[in-house]
Structure formats: structure tokens, C-alpha cells
């Protein structure tokens, strides 16, 4: 079976801690960042601002080495199980998500 | 701050056992969507394939009850952490991402 990629040609692939379980963020990869992703035992992505595939860790120097890829039953989604070497959050933080939703997030609240 | 949704009015929302850390999930919401699943405290999402809001539980009587809602560092993707009344996923499984990523899933493999 062939995965799915939507009409830009990507995925979602959800970067997950393989020991705490905690989500660290949310890559966009085509089919070449999955390859490479498997192929290379690091996380790449593709990155829609830069409209190029990098490799995480490049820029920051903080990795992530994959455990293990998952798909769902759809086969249109990925988890990706790493180990970080450093923060997987551009702002520093260790994950992405490090802030709860707030009632002014929702517009017209 | 307003949460920014995608081209298609979208947001990935990654869906994730509050207790186990397993990811279920990974749905699509509207605003709408987010706005029914922090007011009602069940998750809600936007079927692409129905193209309509569906409360997660309405067809299987397997609900996701919301503990907590976290936004990522860009405002344009969610976890929602929840405790499930049943298996996530419309195969039976309790996770849609029960299955490893093989080889044979990259096209031209």
C-alpha cells in the first residue's frame, strides 16, 4: 500500500517522545521526507515556508532519532517515536505545545 | 491571539490519551469544531469526507472527553487530551495508528 498525501502532496506526521509519551510538534513531510526519515534514523520535513525539505536538527543542532514510524488506518497520518537531543520547539521549549487554549484564541470570543 | 487555520478553514488536531500518552488520533476542526469541543468538553470534528461537523461518538457511542486543550507555538495545530469511552479508531482498534510504517508503503519501493 502506497501512502496518502493531500493535494499539496503532504502529510501530517505527529513527533512524539518515545519515553514520556509527550507530543513535541507537528511536521509537515512529502514523500521524500518520510523516505529520508526512515531511511536516515533522523526526523526530516518538509518545511512550507522555506518550500524545502530540511532535516531537524540542522539549523538548532537538536535532533530527533526515530524509534519508530507508525501510520494510521487511513494511511494518510504519521507518529513518528523519537528520542530528542535537545528542544524540539523553536522558541526553546521542549515541546511545541506549551500552552493551553484560551478562551480569546477562539475569533468572535 | 486567533488560532490561524489553513487555506481549507482547517486545523490538525492531534487527539491523545490523557492517561496513556498513545496518540488515537488525528482529526480535523473547523472553528466551529474547536469551539463545540472546549464548550461542550467532548471532541468534535470537521469530516472532510462528510463535510459537516460530527461529534466523535455520535455514530459508535465511543466518546472523547476533553481534559485539557494545548496549541502549538504557531497557533495552527492542537492536542486534545481526553479520556476515551472506547476505542478511538472506526476499525475497533483503540488507536488508528496500530500499525508500523513499512517499506512497502513508499511509492517506488
Not at 530528542?84 to 520547539?89: D, E, K, L, V, Y
Request: negative net charge; contains cysteine.
Amino acid at each position: 500500500m502506497a501512502l496518502k498525501f493531500d493535494e499539496r502532496g503532504l502529510m501530517p506526521a505527529i513527533i512524539q517522545d518515545a519515553d514520556s509519551g509527550e507530543v513535541l510538534t507537528l511536521f509537515w513531510m512529502n514523500d521524500e521526507a518520510v523516505r529520508r526519515t526512515k531511511e536516515s534514523g533522523q526526523v526530516w520535513r518538509y518545511s512550507r515556508q522555506h518550500q524545502q525539505l530540511m532535516r531537524k536538527g540542522d539549523t538548532s543542532g537538536n535532533f530527533l532519532n526515530v524509534r519508530e514510524v507508525l501510520k494510521d488506518c487511513d494511511e494518510d497520518a504519521l507518529v513518528v517515536r523519537v528520542q530528542a537531543t535537545g528542544p524540539a520547539c523553536h522558541t526553546g521549549e521542549r515541546t511545541c505545545f506549551y500552552r493551553e487554549l484560551g478562551d480569546d484564541d477562539l475569533a468572535g470570543s
